[in-house]
């Protein structure tokens, strides 16, 4: 799903040193994803990545990665965030200030906002995610639809 990003896209992720710098590149790619297919629905992938899952970051990541190319390759159009989850980790640990929930609230949140993102598709184990606990709330809060997928979404 990374078909989405262009080169310059890319190299922006890995310069940025905020979250809002990293919003403002994931805002121009959903927008760009959303001219490129109009009226189509976008859904997001939730689920836990640093905490909960496997307990495993890498492992957790490989999850994400198969669910979001298996849904997508049943014909959903999916927003990935996963170009940027090694920078959100780099930003994460590059200052304390920018621990706790700054990246859900100064990334996600407003990606939510817009409104683009239509849909949250939740992995299996999300409830032991504070992040996707969060994302569900917040789907809650701002009437996102929310699935949850089966197992085999994520089975090797």
């Known amino acids: 799903m990374t078909k989405y990003y262009s080169a310059q896209d890319l190299a922006d992720i890995s310069t940025a040193k905020t979250y809002i710098e990293l919003l403002e590149i994931a805002l121009r790619i959903i927008e760009s994803i959303e001219a490129e297919n109009p009226g189509i629905p976008m859904a997001m ?19 994400f990665e198969r669910a979001i190319d298996r849904l997508a390759g049943g014909g959903l159009l999916i927003f990935s965030q996963m170009p940027f989850e ?5 930003i994460y640990k590059s200052d ?27 992995l299996p184990g999300w409830e032991k995610s504070i992040g996707a606990n969060w994302e569900h709330q917040q789907a809650t809060i701002l009437n996102i639809p929310r699935i949850y ?8």
């Open 96 to 122: 304390p200030r920018l621990q706790g929930l700054r990246l859900l609230d100064e990334f996600y949140a407003p990606i939510f906002r817009t409104g683009l993102v239509s849909m949250l598709c939740f």
């Open 86 to 90: 090694s920078d959100m980790e780099r």
């Open 149 to 156: 997928l089966a197992e085999h979404y994520v089975k090797d």
């Open 45 to 63: 992938v939730c689920g836990p990545i640093s905490t909960g899952g496997k307990g495993s970051r890498n492992e957790n990541l490989k999850i």
